[in-house]
């Protein structure tokens, strides 16, 4: 199945540029092979949506809502993983002090037994600092994404 705003936008194209069969003759005619059923079945969600057969349309009807879409979703992405980093170093420290404090509490006198980490003791340290791990990798992806 195909992604269903995908396929509608396609759709849209497809009745823009003329219908079907229109559409089929031109990605044809640039591509060497399509049929009308191939487009009917991309309109409908039955079929992935082409890349090529997207392209052919937009470049014809110099619109491009398909790619435009396609590019904000990486955009917002990339704007996310930036993030702040600022924030992004607050919300570490945070989360390497309790993956810390979870290492300290499982040999304290609060363990039963301090000698060693015990099993539910060694499952939080691990989420903790699988935590920690990953806002370490945030950070990581942010500053590789800003811009200097």
Not at 10 to 28: C, N, P
Not at 31 to 49: D, F, H, L, R
């Amino acid at each position: 199945m195909c992604d269903p705003t995908i396929a509608a936008m396609f759709g849209a194209l497809v009745r823009r540029f003329g219908g079907v069969e229109a559409s089929a003759a031109l990605i044809e005619a640039r591509m060497g092979a399509c049929s009308k059923s191939t487009i009917s079945k991309e309109i409908s969600g039955q079929a992935m949506v082409s890349i090529e057969h997207v392209r052919a349309l937009e470049d014809a009807l110099g619109s491009y809502p398909i790619t435009m879409m396609l590019f904000e979703r990486v955009s917002e992405s990339e704007r996310r993983r930036a993030g702040d980093l600022r924030a992004l170093a607050a919300r570490t420290t945070v989360a390497s002090a309790e993956a810390v404090a979870a290492v300290i509490k499982a040999f304290s006198d609060e363990s039963p037994d301090p000698t060693r980490a015990l099993p539910h003791e060694r499952a939080e340290i691990i989420t903790r600092m699988r935590e920690a791990r990953g806002l370490i990798n945030d950070i990581i992806a942010a500053a590789e994404g800003v811009d200097e």
